[in-house]
């Protein structure tokens, strides 16, 4: 193929000239020797584009020729009578063969540019493939450790409350047929059913609450998240939170501490509180009764504040931090800290608050504390575009939760 093409380039050559000059000569006496140099440089650069250098050089030489045979005095012979002629056919000629080598040249160094090219669009589509195998494998191991999890969760946190309640009401259910149909004695007291009734109730609610933390899981990986942002102050989201937790934090004393003149925010308040309330819930679960639980909350810059709930108990390891963040991730279920504290729970609730964090457009982490064992955790939100904020609640006595709270 290469040898063929190369004879069709000398053919092209050889041809062009000829029929070039033959049009030349049909109007020669309207055409000078400029216009006849101009018309076969043109040929020979054609040549050059599309055959390459050798083809060119071919060209230029019978260009040369047809030049000097048919347009330069005397003509029909190879021989040149002015000084000057002699001076345009060497000109010509070194033109022609320069012209040629340049465009050939630019034509090896497109051809290699667009061989580069295609081969970086290879080595890129080879990459992304690489990429798309790798992270296709990365996912497949990914949901296997989810089913690991969702099993390990489903396992601890819906067949415990389940045997719970089946125990219970295979009791009372028992208790009932023995006294009403078999007409045998009252086995069980009225503390004894209701000890079982408060467990049927609670362990119904564990499970409410793992539904509700798969269903608010879902909603948000799924980005149907939608917050409801009003203008609000830190302290009334406190005070909403310390209320509904005081059932929690009676064996703890919770200690708040707000800045002076923090600014109001623009947040979905009901969302807000309930990380709040989780991270609390979980400050209590992870330390002894009688310990200290600190909510603070602070400017973080002009854009965000800084809200932060400190405990006394478990001191999470380093290399376990950006994981408990991770849908059903229990660090004392999963054998990763030493503390003999097993708190029950789905390990689903930072993982909501963290993506009702991110979806106000805020950052959670678990930060070093300043001094003694527990754990931090802090997360940011934004303030909001400038506008009005509202009133202060009346009732809201921000003095009041300032202080320590038996």
């Given at each position: 193929m290469p040898l063929e093409k190369s004879w069709t380039g000398y053919l092209i050559a050889a041809s062009g000239i000829a029929a070039t000059t033959a049009v030349l000569k049909l109007f020669s006496s309207h055409v000078n020797a400029t216009t006849v140099a101009l018309a076969l440089l043109l040929v020979v650069l054609l040549v050059a584009t599309r055959y390459g250098a050798r083809p060119a050089v071919v060209a230029s030489l019978l260009?040369?020729?047809?030049?000097?045979?048919?347009?330069?005095?005397?003509?029909?012979?190879?021989?040149?009578?002015?000084?000057?002629?002699?001076?345009?056919?060497?000109?010509?000629?070194?033109?022609?063969?320069?012209?040629?080598?340049?465009?050939?040249?630019?034509?090896?160094?497109?051809?290699?540019?667009?061989?580069?090219?295609?081969?970086?669009?290879?080595?890129?589509?080879?990459?992304?493939?690489?990429?798309?195998?790798?992270?296709?494998?990365?996912?497949?191991?990914?949901?296997?450790?989810?089913?690991?999890?969702?099993?390990?969760?489903?396992?601890h946190d819906i067949r415990t409350p389940l045997t719970s309640i089946k125990a219970s009401v295979s009791t009372l259910l028992e208790e009932l047929q023995s006294t009403t149909v078999q007409g045998g004695p009252v086995t069980l007291d009225i503390d004894a059913r209701n000890e079982m009734l408060e467990v049927i109730d609670e362990e119904c609610d564990r499970l409410n609450r793992f539904v509700e933390?798969?269903?608010?899981?879902?909603?948000?990986?799924a980005g149907e998240l939608h917050l409801r942002r009003r203008w609000g102050v830190v302290d009334e989201i406190f005070a909403m939170v310390l209320k509904r937790a005081e059932p929690l934090t009676r064996n703890h004393k919770v200690i708040v501490k707000i800045a002076d003149e923090l600014p109001a925010v623009q947040v979905d308040a009901r969302a807000v509180a309930e990380v709040l309330f989780t991270l609390i819930d979980n400050a209590v679960k992870y330390s002894s009764a009688g310990t200290k639980i600190l909510v603070s909350?602070?400017?973080?810059?002009?854009?965000?504040?800084?809200?932060?709930?400190?405990?006394?108990?478990?001191?999470?390891?380093?290399?376990?931090?950006?994981?408990?963040?991770?849908?059903?991730?229990?660090?004392?279920?999963?054998?990763?800290?030493?503390?003999?504290?097993?708190?029950?729970?789905?390990?689903?609730?930072?993982?909501v608050a963290k993506g009702i964090v991110e979806a106000h457009g805020g950052r959670i982490w678990i930060d070093e504390k300043v001094e003694g064992v527990g754990t931090r955790v802090v997360f940011t939100l934004p303030i909001g575009e400038p506008e009005p904020p509202p009133e202060r609640s009346p009732n809201v006595v921000a003095g009041a939760i300032r202080q320590e709270m038996n």
């Open positions: 260009g040369v020729l047809c030049f000097n045979h048919f347009f330069l005095p005397p003509l029909g012979t190879l021989t040149i009578a002015a000084p000057d002629n002699w001076v345009a056919l060497i000109a010509f000629l070194v033109t022609a063969i320069t012209v040629g080598q340049l465009s050939a040249h630019a034509k090896r160094r497109a051809e290699e540019a667009n061989a580069g090219r295609r081969e970086i669009e290879r080595l890129y589509e080879e990459l992304r493939n690489a990429f798309e195998r790798a992270s296709h494998a990365e996912a497949l191991k990914q949901s296997e450790k989810l089913k690991s999890a969702l099993l390990d969760a489903v396992t933390g798969l269903i608010e899981l879902a909603r948000i990986e909350a602070q400017p973080a810059d002009a854009e965000m504040i800084q809200i932060a709930i400190e405990d006394q108990g478990q001191t999470i390891p380093r290399d376990i931090r950006e994981r408990v963040f991770d849908k059903f991730f229990r660090a004392t279920r999963d054998g990763d800290t030493s503390d003999t504290i097993q708190p029950k729970g789905t390990g689903m609730g930072l993982a």
